[in-house]
C-alpha cells in the first residue's frame, strides 16, 4: 500500500522588495513510500530537504505538485493524527518539563484520557526517558531532546515517521538505539520517511534513498541497486599526480593520498595506469561502495 | 471541534506566560505604583483632589492595559513562528482555528487578569480615602474588556500580514483616540492636507475596533452602551474569523 505519494512538488520564494525574483527550494520532485519501508533523504545542506518535509505537513505551501498521504490530499488535519513528526532543529516548550509536554502533545493527538498515561509510559520506556520526566525541557541535554522529541512522535502509533535528521546529537549508544527502534517499527509496518547527513545510519536504516541537490531530485532507488554490492575495489595510493584513473571514481583525496573505487572490469586497467603513473599502490580491498562513495560520486556528476 | 485541544492551546500559552519572570516582574513593578500613588493621596484632604488624581490613575491603566494588548496580540502567535515551536502543534490533527482560538482564550484570561487586579486596585484606594467611586462593575468590564480583546484581534490579525512590530506599531498610531489627537494637532496647524487626513481618520475609526469601557463616578448606564456591547462582539467574531482565513492562507514556516 502507498503511504505517501508526491508527485512533481515544486516551491518556489518570492524574494526582493517588489517580490519580483523568485528562488527555486525544490523543483519537480516525485517518490512514493510503500507500507513499511524506511526512505532517506539525503543531500547536502540548502539542497531542499527539510522543504520537502515541510510540504508534506502542509507547513509550507507548495507551488505546484501534489501530496497524497494514505490516498487522500493531505490538506486534511485528521490524516496527522496518523503521522508522527519529529523536526530537525527540536524546539520545544522548555519551561514544560518532559511529562507536560507528552500531555500536551497527547492531547492534541486526540488520545483518549484513559490511555493517556500508559502510551506516555510506554514511548518514555521505549526511549529510557521515564526518569527524566519530571525535569524540565529547558535543562535537557541535546540528546534528551532529541529522544523527548521521537517520543512525541510516536505517541499516537503513527502509520508514518517523519523525521528530519532523527540521529543527529545523539552518542553512538543513542543512535544504535533509534535506529534499531525505527527498524522494529518498520517491521511492524510502520513507513518512516527521514532525511540524515550521518549517512551510515542511513545506509543501515533505508530500503530506498533520495539524493537531493540544489532542490532537485538527483537520483532515488533502492539501497542494493545504488551500491551494486560486492562488485567493485578500493584502491588506496601515492601520487604526487592530480589525474585519476578513467572509470574510477575518487573518494578521499588527502594531498598525495588517495582513494579511488573501480568496479570488477576496470580493476587490471585501473593498476596497469596507476603503476605507470609512478603512484605507489598501498592497498586494494574488494568490497561494494557505501553509501558515501556513491552520494560523492553522484554529486560530483 | 475539540474544546479539550483549544483548552490545551490556551493553557500551555498561559503556562509559557506565567512560568516567565518577566511577568512577574512587571506585578511587582505595578504593586510598587499602586504603593507609591497611595501614599500622597493620603496626604491630600481635599476629595475633588482625590477624585481627579485617581481618574488619572484609571487613565494610566487603560492606557498599560491597551499597550499591554497590542503586546500580546503581536506575540501570542508570532513567538511560536519565531521559535518554530509551531511545528509540533499543527503537525497534529488540530484545526488552525482551534489553535487560533485558545490563543483568543489565553488573550482574554490575561487580559481579565489585569482588569482583576486593576479592579481589586480601584476599589481598594477609594475605599482607602473614602471617594464615592461607582463602577458598573459587569458593563463597564464587559464593554472594557471587549474593547481590549478587540484590541488583541486587531493586533493579532496584522501581525499575520505584516511583521508584529509594524503591526504593534501601526494599532498604536491609528487607534481613534491617538489618531483623533493627531486629526486635531494638525487642523490647528491649518495643514494643507487636513481635510483628506481628517477624511482619513473617519474612515479609520470606521474600520479599527470599537471604543467601550465608562468607567465614570456616579454616571449612569445609557442605552447606547448596549448597543455598543453587541457591535463590539460582533466586531471581535468577524475579527476572529478574518485572522482565521488569514491565517489558514499564509506560509507558517518559512525555511
Known sequence: MTILEISNLTKKYKTGFARDRAVMAISDISFKIEEGQIYGLIGPNGSGKTTTLLCILNLIRPTSGEIKLFGERHLQPFIFGKIGYMPEEFTFYDFLSGKEFLELQAVLYGIPKAHRKSRIQDVSEMLGMTNYLSRRLKHYSRGMLQRIGIAQALLAEPKLLIMDEPTSGLDPEGRKVVRTLLEKLANSGVSILLSSHILTDVEKMCHKVAILNNGKLVTEGSLESFLNKNAGYRIMYESLSAEIPRNATLIQSESNKKIIYVDQDNLNNCIAYLTNSGAKIKEVIEGSKTLEDFYIEVLKE | ?255
Not at chain 2, 510598587?32 to 477624585?51: C, H, Q
Open chain 2, 1 to 255: 471541534m475539540s474544546i479539550e485541544k483549544v483548552f490545551a492551546v490556551a493553557e500551555n500559552t498561559a503556562r509559557s506566560i506565567f512560568r516567565d519572570k518577566k511577568f512577574w516582574f512587571a506585578i511587582v513593578l505595578w504593586l510598587l505604583y499602586i504603593f507609591l500613588i497611595a501614599r500622597p493621596l493620603r496626604d491630600i484632604s481635599d476629595l475633588e483632589m482625590t477624585r481627579h488624581i485617581l481618574k488619572g490613575f484609571i487613565s494610566g491603566f487603560r492606557f498599560i492595559a491597551f499597550l499591554a494588548a497590542i503586546f500580546l496580540g503581536t506575540v501570542i502567535v508570532e513567538s511560536e513562528v519565531k521559535k518554530r515551536t509551531i511545528q509540533v502543534v499543527l503537525t497534529k490533527p488540530i484545526f488552525k482555528w482551534e489553535f487560533l482560538l485558545g490563543k483568543f482564550f489565553c488573550g482574554g484570561l490575561i487580559i481579565i487578569l489585569l482588569y482583576v487586579i486593576f479592579v481589586v486596585t480601584i476599589e481598594f484606594l477609594s475605599f482607602v480615602h473614602g471617594v464615592p467611586f461607582v463602577l458598573e462593575p459587569f458593563w463597564y468590564l464587559l464593554t472594557e474588556l471587549l474593547y481590549l480583546l478587540n484590541i488583541f484581534g486587531w493586533t493579532l490579525l496584522l501581525s499575520q500580514i505584516i511583521s508584529p512590530f509594524i503591526a504593534g506599531s501601526m494599532v498604536l498610531i491609528f487607534h481613534p483616540n491617538t489618531f483623533m489627537f493627531w486629526i486635531k494637532e494638525i487642523e490647528e496647524g491649518a495643514s494643507p492636507f487636513h481635510w483628506v487626513i481628517k477624511k482619513l481618520g473617519v474612515f479609520i475609526n470606521y474600520i479599527t475596533p470599537p471604543y467601550g469601557g465608562r468607567l465614570s463616578f456616579g454616571s449612569s448606564l445609557s442605552f447606547i452602551d448596549y448597543w455598543l456591547t453587541i457591535y463590539q462582539v460582533t466586531y471581535l467574531v468577524a475579527t476572529f474569523l478574518v485572522v482565521c482565513y488569514i491565517f489558514n492562507r499564509r506560509e507558517i514556516l518559512k525555511k
